[in-house]
């Protein structure tokens, strides 16, 4: 018979680490949102090979007592989950798992000064053992580091990708964190180069965070976004939805923040296609920042170990608050094409010989460089007064004659007339 046997300790701790950081920017993610959970105002991340060899975020947030600094990173200690009900998560942590993880496959520092402390102290964490806290020298705030992620399991560093590739997926996890919180100043520097920075932004919570999105999804998304604000039943629907003439060729750029947590969740995929459905061909997608806030008790945030996903009690009504108010806002807007497009057509009206400017699918777009995420202006957005040949239909180079008599939208000019493509030119 086979012997049944209790793992040890660390060997425990260790698996549970797998499932929480599979990769640098999982432990990115757990480190900001710790420091966000602080009330940071500002947060630096430093990384060395795409967080490989370190990864170090510092915050200026209540940090902690030498008294608390070990059991910030023994399991299942938090001071985030009050009672023991997980329906009130208020904090983007509640488990107390990601430093004890953290620090059971790498070398972790934890530097801390309590605010009001006249003395900073230190905690070292290598492969899981802890050793005694020592006085340090340190601004106010908490500084972590992590050295060497995964050295203790082999196996998971074999799987680790190239440098460049850990340091854009980080990329995306502090914009993510960064879109949620405007009132935060985000610092992201890699091998010594400033990647990423948001300075706090000002003013009232929609102004600010339309600021921090035209930092982050480009400007033209800004300048080309309708404005979602409505509540049904305690839920509170806020954001930005770009006009159908703004589209991409993935669904990269759409994203859900529930309760100021970034979610990746199928139900804003499908609500905005739903919602767009008409207006745009099926292979181009609308970019989009929506914010879904609601009592805690409506949705449960603790169905994903890196906590990416959520389920809300009422799926069918966010999805139906969600496509409802972008059908609304998109109906208002009617015949608004985005700037970028109508200009962009224009100008290259002027530049080229007519037949030549829409020529190829998917070519000459217009891309803005600013921010990881600049935003693409393509062909194949129609707007709802366009002809109804091509809507619901997948537009696609070389079969547009057949199928749409009238041609198929390629652009829209002077916000009023739609460029269409038949077989025989524009
Ligand atoms: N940057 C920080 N500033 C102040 N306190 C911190 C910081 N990071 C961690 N802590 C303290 O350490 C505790 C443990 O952090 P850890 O991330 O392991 O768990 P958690 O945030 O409570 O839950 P989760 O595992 O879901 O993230 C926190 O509850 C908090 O009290
Ligand atoms: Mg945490």
């Known amino acids: 018979m086979t012997e049944l046997r209790r793992l040890p300790e660390g060997l425990v ?30 947060i630096v991340i430093t990384l060395h090979d795409g967080g490989k060899t370190l990864i170090s975020v510092a915050d200026d947030g209540h940090g902690m007592t030498a008294e608390e600094l070990p059991l910030a990173v023994t399991r299942h200690v938090t001071s985030k989950l009050q009672g023991d009900d997980l329906t009130e998560i208020r904090w983007l942590g509640f488990r107390g798992e990601a430093l004890p993880a953290i620090g059971a496959v790498s070398r ?33 705030g908490t500084l972590i580091k992590v050295r060497d992620l995964f050295f203790a399991t082999p196996a998971r560093l074999k799987f680790m990708k190239t440098s460049r ?23 992201l520097k890699s091998d010594d180069r400033t990647r990423l920075h948001y300075d706090a932004a000002q003013g009232e919570l929609m102004e600010a965070r339309l600021n921090r999105l035209a930092e982050i999804m480009g400007r033209d998304f800004a300048d080309n976004a309708i404005t979602l604000e409505t509540e049904r039943d305690d839920v509170r629907l806020t954001g930005y939805a770009s006009l159908p003439t703004l589209n991409r060729g993935n669904a990269r750029l759409q994203f859900l923040f529930v309760n100021g947590r970034p979610v990746r969740d199928k139900l804003i995929f499908g609500a905005l296609r739903a919602a767009y459905n008409d207006l745009l061909a099926r292979d181009r997608h609308p970019l989009a920042a929506l914010f879904v806030d609601l009592h805690p008790s409506s949705v449960d945030v603790n169905v994903h170990p890196a906590k990416a996903e959520v389920r809300f009690r009422e799926p069918g009504m966010v999805r139906g608050l969600i496509v409802g108010a972008l059908r609304h806002g998109l109906n208002a807007v009617g015949h608004r094409a985005s700037t970028t497009v109508s200009q962009a057509a224009l100008g290259a009206m002027q530049r080229e010989a007519p037949g030549t400017f829409f ?19 393509s062909q194949g957005a129609l707007m709802p007064t366009a002809s109804p040949v091509a809507i619901n239909e997948e537009i696609r180079e070389g079969d547009v004659s057949d199928s749409f008599p009238l041609g198929a939208a390629r652009g829209q000019l002077h916000d009023t007339y739609i460029v269409a493509q038949t077989a025989d030119g524009l």
């Open 108 to 140: 972790l520092t934890v530097t801390s000064r309590e605010i009001g402390a006249d003395q900073a102290w230190m905690l070292e964490v290598e492969g899981g053992v802890s050793r005694l806290v020592v006085p340090a020298a340190f601004g106010s």
């Open 359 to 377: 020529a190829a699918p998917g070519a000459p777009n217009v891309s803005h460089q600013k921010g990881s995420g600049a935003s693409e202006v």
């Open 165 to 187: 590739a850990e340091a854009m997926a980080i990329t995306d996890v502090v914009n993510q964190l960064a879109m949620a919180r405007p009132d935060i100043t985000f610092t």
């Open 13 to 42: 701790n260790r698996i549970a680490a797998g499932e929480v950081v599979e990769r640098p920017a999982a432990a990115v993610k757990e480190l900001v949102e710790n420091a966000v959970d602080a009330n940071a105002r500002q």
